[in-house]
C-alpha cells in the first residue's frame, strides 16, 4: 500500500510527496488527475470510489524557483555526505553507542565562519571534539570530500521513500543518475 502521493506539476516535473488525503482532496476538487494509481484497494467513501493514487499531475502549472537554497540541517547534511564522517571515512552504523554524527563548521563560527553548504561537513562526535575550534590543516584532519551546495533535486528527495512507479518520473525527469543518487541516499537513511 502506498503512504504517499507523488505530485507532479502539470509539465510533469517532480513536485513533492503528498499524504493520500490531501492527493485525493485535489483529484476531487479539479486541482489534479490521477496519473498513476496503486492496483490494491481503491479509496470508498459512501457515494464514489477512487483508484488509490500513487501518482498525480496537477491541472495548472506552478512556478517553481529553480534556483531556490535549503538551509543546512543536518538531515540534509547527513544526506549530502552519505551519512560518513569526512574525517575517520566512518559510517552512521559504525560508530559506537555513545557517538553520534555531528555538524562541523571548517572554519569555525568563533573565527568567523558561517553556516553554508561550502562550510560545513558531517563529522562523527569523536573527531568533531578532536578538531574543536582549529582549522583542519592547522590540525593536520582533511575531509574526505570538499562540500559543496548539493542539487535542489537531491535536498527535496534526500529523505522520501519512493515507490518503483514513483521513481520511474523522478528517472524520466531528472535522468538515471538523480535517481541513483537517491536511492543511496535513501539506503542510508533506511539502515541507519
Avoid at 66 to 78: E, G, M, P, S
Avoid at 84 to 102: A, F, H, I, V
Wanted: glycine share 4%; with cysteine.
Amino acid at each position: 500500500m502506498i503512504a504517499g502521493c507523488l505530485a507532479l506539476n502539470a509539465s510533469y516535473e517532480p513536485l513533492t510527496m503528498v499524504p493520500l488525503r490531501r492527493a485525493l482532496r485535489l483529484v476531487i476538487d479539479g486541482k489534479a488527475e490521477i496519473v498513476e494509481a496503486d492496483t490494491g484497494m481503491p479509496v470508498r467513501s459512501e457515494r464514489q470510489a477512487f483508484p488509490r493514487p500513487a501518482v498525480i499531475r496537477l491541472t495548472r502549472f506552478v512556478h517553481v524557483p529553480r534556483r531556490f537554497r535549503r538551509q543546512v540541517t543536518n538531515t540534509f547534511l547527513f544526506a549530502r555526505d552519505d551519512y560518513q564522517c569526512q574525517y575517520c571515512g566512518r559510517r552512521s552504523t559504525e560508530l559506537k553507542p555513545r557517538e553520534s554524527l555531528t555538524r562541523d563548521h571548517l572554519i569555525p563560527i568563533s573565527r568567523g565562519g558561517s553556516n553554508e553548504w561550502t562550510n560545513v561537513v558531517t563529522a562523527c562526535s569523536s573527531c568533531n571534539t578532536k578538531k574543536a575550534n582549529r582549522m583542519p590543516n592547522e590540525i593536520g584532519m582533511t575531509p574526505l570530500h570538499a562540500p559543496s551546495e548539493p542539487h535542489f533535486v537531491h535536498l527535496s528527495w534526500a529523505v522520501r521513500r519512493l515507490t518503483p512507479i514513483q521513481a520511474r518520473y523522478i528517472s524520466v525527469f531528472y535522468g538515471e543518475d538523480t535517481l541513483h543518487e537517491l536511492e543511496k541516499i535513501e539506503g542510508a537513511v533506511l539502515s541507519t
